[in-house]
């Protein structure tokens, strides 16, 4: 235990016990999309369909990843379930309730960490529970634990600016996280970080969901990212922005960053999702 | 992850070190300002008797100092009565000010109404209004409160526009997903985040308060430095007149660090904003 940041998300012994626990206890939201179609209006006044006609069932507890280029609406289906914006044709529901507003049970990690850089880090991290109006101090525990999860105990009276870019995504994770949504959205959460912090968020996330066991949709334009951390992965294309290919990803976790490369099966997902590419034109061959 | 790690085993220490560093810098480096201004006032003290100028004409700097010392009475007397215009043309202006810019930034209709005027009447020199004033309001604090108000109102109320403008968007995506309602949006996000904006602005505006308020004094007063400005000057007291301009320029620098005082107070120090 040299390095804080290599905290409790990686000691594997720990993990699998309530892995276990949370298998059995899915604590996640289910979401249904049904008939969603997006059309933005652009300045010239034509029609932009970003999402036409998306229909998608997703099961509790489960790991989806959306994986597609600029433009294909990926970020436009984060935002229908965050609350941000509405559909122009269908219903989104997550647990049986229609979102028109914020959902109170879904969390969202977006691109930039966006952090209040005159707020310290348990203040950011409280954000959310300010502004339901709900007792601090109920959640300043709470608050803690997450930081000690994500290897930052201690940092918690730091203010952004005197942490890394990985330390302040960790932070806007623990900030999705304090009030346990059932949902957790994820916007390109590491497009902005090195390879290296990169490739240990994303192992770190897999620890993260897998202790916790909420939904997650996690969006990226990253291929090898999508396959390693998906139960389920949706291959979007844009004009007009559609699911393409809906895979299920059958590996046995806890996936291992170190040797994924050498599974066949990984090798196989990723070369489809990169034939659909190619077959599209996004991926010239 | 290495580079975090460097940084997450000793917390605390890069802040230290940065705050330590100016402590490093040789003296000569640190006080280079104050140097220079010595060495300008030693010159001036050294070289007016040299040059057989008559004090009468330029006095030397100790000169005007024992001046202010002996006097004080009498500067202090009308610098509490400029200070007042100062603080009353300041306030009113960061009062209404502020608002306005509230109203600018969240009503279209009043930033297409207000905006483009408040840009016209910002191209009129106001200190010529200054004779306008005095006709309409006498010559008692009125004119020179009006006019400190005129010179700092729109600063105030660009500085604060721009700084509710420059917002980043996903900050507003990020606490509308939480559910906030648009008064928390304000407090939570646009108003903390436009602060330093706004602190930026006072201090451009309190600055040219204080010109506002000696400027309303020259054109018709009774009391205040630049009533006593313009004493000195009928009596021919040179010396005077530059310890006057010490107390007025005394007032700006005073109220500038009052203020920079009051923004560390209530922002966050701000280089640490990006």
């Given at each position: 235990m040299s390095v804080p940041a290599a905290g409790t998300w990686m000691s594997d012994g720990v993990q699998t016990a309530e892995i276990a626990a949370s298998s059995a206890d899915p604590k996640g939201a289910a979401v249904r999309l049904q008939d969603v179609s997006k059309i933005y209006q652009s300045r010239q006044g034509e029609d932009i369909v970003a999402l036409e006609r998306i229909s998608l069932d997703i099961a509790p507890g489960s790991f989806v990843c959306c994986v597609g280029p600029s433009g294909c609406g990926k970020s436009t289906l984060l935002s229908l379930l965050a609350g941000l914006i509405a559909p122009t044709t269908g219903r989104t529901v997550i647990d049986g309730a229609e979102v028109k507003s914020a959902h109170p049970k879904v969390g969202v990690v977006f691109q930039s960490d966006l952090l209040l850089y005159w707020r310290t880090v348990l203040d950011n991290i409280l954000l959310p529970v300010e502004i339901k109006k709900l007792r601090r101090a109920d959640y300043e525990k709470h608050a803690l634990e997450l930081l000690e999860q994500v290897g930052l105990a201690g940092f918690e009276e730091k203010y952004p600016s005197e942490l890394s870019g990985g330390m302040r995504q960790r932070v806007a994770i623990c900030r999705a996280l304090i009030q346990e949504p059932g949902l957790l959205l994820m916007d390109e959460p590491f497009g902005a970080l090195d390879a290296l912090t990169r490739e240990q968020m994303i192992h770190d996330v897999q620890r993260m969901w897998m202790r916790v066991g909420n939904t997650v949709l996690f969006i990226t334009h990253d291929i090898d990212e999508a396959v390693f951390l998906a139960d389920r992965l949706l291959v979007m294309s844009p004009r007009p922005g559609r699911i393409d290919l809906d895979l299920t990803i059958d590996m046995p976790r806890p996936r291992q960053q170190s040797d994924i490369h050498e599974n066949p099966n990984f090798a196989r997902y990723v070369r489809q999702v990169r034939e659909i590419f190619e077959a599209k034109g996004i991926l010239k061959a | 992850m290495s580079q975090e790690a460097t940084v997450a085993v000793s917390p605390g220490t890069e802040k230290k070190r940065q705050v330590k560093k100016?402590?490093?810098?040789p003296l000569l480096e640190r006080f280079s300002a104050l140097i220079l201004a010595a060495f300008i006032l030693l010159v001036w003290q050294v070289s007016v008797p040299l040059s057989g100028i008559s004090e009468f004409v330029l006095p030397t700097p100790w000169a005007i100092a024992s001046r202010i010392v002996t006097d004080f009475p009498l500067l202090i007397s009308n610098a509490y009565v400029t200070l007042f215009e100062v603080l009353a043309g300041f306030g009113s202006a960061a009062v209404i000010g502020v608002p306005t810019a509230l109203a600018i930034f969240y009503w279209r209709p009043v930033e297409r109404a207000v905006y483009p005027l408040l840009i016209a009447l910002q191209t009129i020199p106001k200190v010529a209004l200054a004779p306008i004033l005095v006709l309409y309001?006498?010559?008692?604090?009125a004119p020179k409160i009006t006019l400190a108000f005129l010179i700092a109102f729109f600063p105030i109320v660009v500085a604060t526009v721009v700084g509710l403008q420059s917002l980043d968007k996903g900050l507003v995506n990020l606490v509308r997903s939480m559910g906030a309602s648009e008064w928390q949006t304000f407090t939570k996000i646009r108003l903390p985040a436009a602060l330093p904006n706004i602190f930026g602005g006072f201090k451009v505006a309190i600055s040219l308060s204080v010109i506002g308020a000696v400027i309303g004094e020259y054109v018709a007063a009774e009391q205040g430095l630049g009533y006593l400005q313009l004493l000195a000057n009928s009596q021919f007291d040179t010396t005077l007149n530059f310890a006057t301009v010490v107390m007025i320029s005394g007032l700006g620098v005073m109220l500038y660090f009052i203020l920079t005082f009051v923004e560390k107070k209530v922002t966050f120090h701000r280089e640490s904003a990006k």
């Open positions: - | 100016p402590r490093g810098e309001l006498g010559y008692g604090w």
